[in-house]
């Protein structure tokens, strides 16, 4: 795989414009569909692995189950043998993460609305039994839609994908700050995982940001539960 893939075609049909981060094994790139105005997200993850193709397949059947205006619109697929990679088509969200969002001052009804789309889109997902696995607040956006924030959820099995490519079985995955202890102890994940997390992942949001710094570096949550006290009291 090249150093970037800007100002190529990739499938075919997307046209890379520009890189908007790495991570690990895999690179996100800003798109444009050929003979459109559309735009997209596209992950690319570099493998070598012959079967790449039909196993994501399989971890993309999942992700065209989620239909929901608070879930990122996942839109298509490939694999580029030229460049040793397979990738995935999101849709792209022009927004901020919902920290910096929360940060830049905003009360707390907009906030308690973000909240219940999130739950919204949550629900949704477990109500066809597929459970995220990572939900933080950098797996969160919010954009501007008619002038009213909505939020999107990101990397619905994103994160499940990546390690079926790279280790052909599917490992555990998530972030030790929001996971549910039995996800810590690699004992399983269930919605109720899911429902562990957003509920650190609410609480770190209303905290205050040195606050959350302290909760960083002790991953004590009995931090954040004093914080959010304190904060909702002033309303």
Same mark, same amino acid.
């Given at each position: 795989?090249?150093? #970037? ?19 690990? #094994? ?96 949550? #629900? ?112």
């Amino acid at each position: 795989m090249s150093d #970037s893939l800007v100002g190529e075609i990739i499938g075919g049909k997307y046209d890379v414009i520009t890189e908007l981060g790495k991570g690990g #094994s895999s690179i996100f790139y800003l798109a444009k569909k050929l003979n459109s105005n559309e735009r997209y997200a596209i992950k690319t993850l570099s493998t070598d692995e012959e079967n790449a193709i039909k196993l994501l397949e399989r971890e993309t059947d999942t992700l065209k189950r989620l239909n929901h205006p608070h879930i990122v619109k996942f839109i298509d697929y490939g694999h580029e043998k030229r460049h040793k990679l397979v990738y995935l088509v999101l849709e792209y969200l022009d927004g901020k993460d919902i920290k910096s969002y929360f940060d830049g001052g905003i009360d707390l009804k907009t906030k308690l609305s973000l909240f219940l789309q999130i739950l919204d889109g949550i #629900s949704h997902a477990h109500g066809k039994n597929i459970v995220h696995r990572d939900i933080k607040p950098d797996n969160i956006k919010v954009i501007d839609i008619d002038e009213e924030p909505e939020a999107k959820i990101l990397d619905f099995g994103i994160a499940i994908i990546t390690t079926t490519l790279l280790t052909n079985t599917i490992r555990s995955y998530h972030t030790p700050l929001f996971s549910a202890p039995e996800q810590i102890n690699l004992e399983g994940v269930s919605r109720d995982s899911d429902v562990y997390s957003l509920g650190m992942t609410f609480l770190y949001l209303l905290s205050t940001p040195s606050e959350r710094i302290r909760f960083q570096n002790e991953r004590d949550k009995t931090i954040l539960y004093e914080s959010v006290e304190e904060v909702l009291n002033d309303y």
